[in-house]
């Protein structure tokens, strides 16, 4: 499967050329763009591990270009995220998310049901990736 | 206008208050020096006199029967600080190219309203006056809602940001879809919709307003079918996913009943009618804040009295009192769909929706200054005859946080309702990285879409069969105000 969270993820994989324009647009706009990385995907699963700070005063995208392909370095086998963060009052949050790395097998999730009175269903929904610890799933 | 009628209040107390029929401006529901306080809620109708009716005096009329009068001079006024509770019409300008009509400019002393209680605000507002003889017709244009007034209510249940921030949705417009037939589906072939348009890429899929619980299929079979959809789609490709369930039904403890047992099995969201009521919308919106849950309001009904310009109530106002009221989501035209609805006009609804303060802006059909007060924004919805090829067109008019909801633009799609779905998902999101990679995306928006095509056979398919599908039709409701116009407050 490809998991298909964020902005871009029906469109061929970005490019760094492409990864620039789309940040240049979010520092044109005043918003900090951070590097975010994880190897959990669930849908639900909010906190990435930050790859630092957003960059709140970065003028340039190109930095943030270089801070993805370090981040690539150490979790090349992971899913890496782009996000623009926004502190206008009334907003205070994201306005941009997209992936920028993914694993090259993406195993997906595994629904599981459980039966209740009624015919009513409890679903859940679980990463295959999940059954290893945290650090060794994606190889 | 404001100094042609002779019509002065009558200030000898004895002459004022002796039995008998007076003229309305005559009994202090005009005034024309009167500077609305801050605290007042202001109304602005256009009023259409019967022949011969001054036009002050039909605005005072309208002031008195929205307010404290009746047809006669009753003694009991004395009894209360009568001058403080009657509204005050202060202004009437004629309508720009429109003889006999005018724009009639009433305060409410913020006394006259329960907080909270749309219903109570309407039963004076539009109550009596619409059936008043005097008048050939009435409408109610736009409404200044005092930030001491707004603060009486809820608003929206969940709002913009924090929808965005459940569905993990940024920097792209949702994407929905209506399922069809929209009558007649078993519950078992109705989820075949849904799973499949979520699968290929929407965010939600959507009852109509008339889909409740019929012998074709009762509602807990649908909800039961839906979810099961809901949570195969969101499993296959990793995104939070959500079906509006519509709650609808005739009384409060079934749509409670409903509402409960979507969320039982995990939806993310309800859909109501407006038809249930401004009471039993706002009852909704209170559940909806303490369940987590996302109010989907279907604004069924309103073009019986939103349409033609001269008489009923503009969907400006009803979007107002929707805000106060507290759904997240309600319908606000597409301009490029099937349904009424004139660019300027419509983006007059999308910024009373979205803004936290919305300046006057005659040219939008906004008469007032109005401040939210940090009431949460409401995510227009734009459904109605749109497709993946407008896209350019419904991005640079509609903006962002909007749900663009395409019924027959996705179940319609020749290779199928998944193929559809993902023609939508890929017409958008290639629109939206030209647009913020610096395209003019309203000129090129025709080669980007054909550039994403070579990538996706389903989108090629798509601008192939609703290449020449548009709706351009005369509007019946424009601005009054060229864009140049101002008209001091």
Known sequence: ?139 | MNDMSDAKTVTDAKKRYSAGVMKYAQMGYWEPDYTPKDTDIIALFRITPQEGVDPVEAAAAVAGESSTATWTVVWTDRLTACGKYRAKAYRVDPVPNSTGEFFAYIAYDLDLFEGGSIANLTASIIGNVFGFKPLKALRLEDMRLPVAYVKTFQGPATGIVVERERLNVYGRPLLGATVKPKLGLSGRNYGRVVYEALKGGLDFTKDDENINSQPFMHWRDRFLYCMEAVSRASAATGEVKGTYLNVTAGTMEEMYARAEFAKSLGSVIVMIDLVIGYTAIQSMAKWARDNDMILHLHRAGHSTYTRQRSHGVSFRVIAKWMRLAGVDHLHAGTVVGKLEGDPATTKGYYDIFREERNPMALENGIFFDQDWASLNKMMPVASGGIHAGQMHQLLTYLGEDVVLQFGGGTIGHPQGIQAGATANRVALEAMVFARNAGRDIWNEGPDILRDAARTCTPLQQALEVWKDVSFDYVSTDAPDYAPTASVAM
């Open chain 1, 1 to 139: 499967m490809r998991l298909r969270q964020g902005q871009f993820s029906f469109l061929p994989d970005l490019t760094d050329q492409d990864i620039h324009a789309q940040a240049q647009y979010a520092i044109d706009q005043g918003w900090a763009v951070s590097v975010e990385v994880t190897d959990d995907p669930h849908p639900r699963n909010t906190y990435w591990e930050m790859w630092g700070h957003p960059m709140f005063d970065n003028p340039d995208a190109a930095a943030v270009v270089f801070e993805v392909n370090e981040c690539r370095k150490m979790h090349g086998g992971k899913y890496i995220r782009v996000i623009a963060f926004d502190s206008t009052p009334g907003w205070e949050s994201i306005r941009m998310s997209f992936i920028v790395n993914r694993p090259a097998d993406e195993p997906g999730f595994r629904l599981v049901r459980q039966e209740g009175e009624g015919r009513s269903l409890r679903y859940s929904i679980e990463s295959y990736a999940l059954r290893e610890p945290e650090g060794r799933r994606y190889a």
